[in-house]
């Protein structure tokens, strides 16, 4: 009998809710560059979790060199697909 803890069912239910988000913004042609949102979220939970400022530092040049243009061109292109 395979029984799964708690925590096993939990990881398993974010990582579905994660591929159905990831599968809807990637086929709405919302998503153009998946491995800048995928180190994005990499970078989200690594600051979760560690209190090293020279690590803090080298997100927020990405966050300001990558992440947020990204960010903007993706809310000005769903501004206009609401829009239309």
Do not use: C
Not at 3 to 20: A, E, G, H, L, Y
Not at 48 to 66: G, M, N, Q
Request: without cysteine.
């Amino acid at each position: 009998m395979n029984t799964k803890s708690p925590q096993d069912i939990r990881w398993q239910q974010r990582f579905k809710n994660f591929q159905r988000a990831f599968l809807l913004l990637y086929a709405a042609k919302n998503l153009n560059d998946a491995d800048t949102w995928l180190r994005m979220i990499g970078d989200r939970n690594l600051m979760s979790h560690t209190y090293d400022f020279s690590k803090f530092e080298a997100v927020i040049a990405t966050l300001r060199s990558d992440y947020l243009p990204m960010l903007d061109t993706w809310y000005l292109n769903l501004l206009e697909e609401l829009n239309d």
